[in-house]
């Protein structure tokens, strides 16, 4: 595929993307004779793939409810801004929040004093999506794959320097799991989101980036910047000929989620209407094709209990290594 049909396919998501967003503003006539508006917040800023995913869900979850929804983009802070906000709010079943594993699992316990508690603060609604991540160079580095990333990184010896989302955020933390494992040191550059610190790689002021493959695919082939690895069990179908970073012995397999919830304390019934929603709009054929071109791949047929529980062992698979990397913000 060459790049202007890249662009073109990207400017068509995209201008669907943003139609969604206007149509979940539009009121039924139900919701406009009761004023009720849902609010979904976003911890990202507007046209990532994390906000892509949210505008997407708002149209295809109004259908459902028949209720109109609005986006609430609140980035800062590797997603506390947005939690902030989302804690604040009524617990009347018309706030909801889109999670990601930053918020849902890697910034409470990267915190000294953890600012939540992840399993219990929150009514967990369900599990949206999971990705791996994927690690990607500026192409000016005389780097190929994992070897040799490694290799440039040593003898650089700490000249290099990576970005990510935020602190404590999922790619923060698999990013230095990554350094440890492989006994290298790179210093890290936060950014408000993925967008700017993708920004800061492909203008070379960064030497490479770890994300979601969504995040990462067009620029790749587009030559901006070159995937040289997957945070993965086994490589991607979608990439089978970049490596693992098992395939030259580091232990590292790490990704993020997408995971919906109401507050603590949002009436039971009101939890189960919204359940039911989330099902049918993830179970809708033409919202899994809008994913899938985003790189996500949907969980289907997820509930509030399955989603507590993916949390709370994710919890308990990370926290022993923020403690063995010493992060404390």
Same mark, same amino acid.
């Given at each position: 595929m060459n790049e202007n049909k890249m662009i073109q396919r990207r400017e068509l998501l995209l201008g669907s993307v943003g139609a969604l967003g206007a149509l979940s503003g539009v009121r039924p006539a139900s919701a406009q004779a009761s004023g009720q508006v849902m609010k979904l917040i976003v911890g990202f800023? +507007?046209?990532?793939?994390? !906000?892509? %995913? =949210?505008? *997407?869900?708002?149209?295809?979850?109004?259908?459902? @409810?028949?209720?109109?929804?609005?986006?609430?983009?609140?980035?800062?802070?590797?997603?506390?801004?947005?939690?902030?906000?989302?804690?604040?709010?009524?617990?009347?079943?018309?706030?909801?929040?889109?999670?990601?594993?930053?918020?849902?699992?890697?910034?409470?316990?990267?915190?000294?004093?953890? +600012?939540?508690?992840?399993? !219990?603060? %929150? =009514?967990? *609604?369900?599990?949206?999506?999971?990705?791996?991540? @994927?690690?990607a160079v500026n192409p000016s580095l005389p780097v190929t794959d994992l070897k040799s990333l490694v290799a440039y990184a040593k003898a650089q010896n700490g000249k290099l320097s990576y970005g990510h989302a935020g602190l404590g955020t999922t790619v923060h933390l698999a990013a230095e799991l990554f350094l440890d494992r492989a006994g290298i040191v790179v210093p890290d550059i936060p950014y408000p989101g993925s967008g700017p610190a993708l920004i800061g790689t492909i203008g070379g002021s960064l030497a490479f980036i770890v994300e979601t493959y969504g995040t990462?695919?067009?620029?790749?082939?587009?030559?901006?910047?070159?995937?040289?690895?997957?945070?993965?069990?086994?490589?991607?179908?979608?990439?089978?000929?970049?490596?693992?970073?098992?395939?030259?012995?580091?232990?590292?397999?790490?990704?993020?989620?997408?995971?919906?919830?109401?507050?603590?304390?949002?009436?039971?019934?009101?939890?189960?209407?919204?359940?039911?929603?989330?099902?049918?709009?993830?179970?809708?054929?033409?919202?899994?094709?809008?994913?899938?071109?985003?790189?996500?791949?949907?969980?289907?047929?997820?509930?509030?209990?399955?989603?507590?529980?993916?949390?709370?062992?994710?919890?308990a698979r990370w926290t022993p290594l923020v403690k063995k990397l010493g992060i404390a913000l």
């Open positions: 800023p +507007p046209g990532g793939a994390g !906000d892509q %995913f =949210a505008r *997407i869900m708002s149209e295809h979850l109004r259908q459902e @409810l028949q209720t109109p929804i609005v986006i609430e983009n609140r980035p800062g802070a590797g997603g506390l801004t947005a939690v902030a906000a989302f804690r604040r709010a009524p617990a009347d079943g018309y706030t909801l929040m889109m999670h990601t594993g930053s918020t849902a699992i890697s910034a409470p316990i990267s915190h000294k004093i953890a +600012p939540y508690n992840p399993v !219990d603060d %929150f =009514a967990w *609604i369900a599990l949206l999506s999971e990705a791996p991540f @994927l690690i990462l695919i067009e620029q790749h082939k587009a030559g901006r910047i070159r995937i040289v690895g997957a945070f993965t069990e086994s490589r991607l179908p979608e990439l089978p000929d970049i490596g693992t970073a098992r395939d030259i012995g580091l232990d590292v397999v790490a990704g993020t989620a997408n995971l919906i919830a109401a507050p603590l304390g949002t009436p039971p019934e009101r939890q189960a209407v919204i359940a039911k929603a989330v099902a049918g709009a993830m179970a809708r054929p033409e919202m899994q094709r809008q994913l899938l071109m985003l790189g996500i791949h949907p969980v289907l047929n997820s509930n509030p209990q399955e989603a507590k529980a993916y949390v709370a062992r994710e919890v």
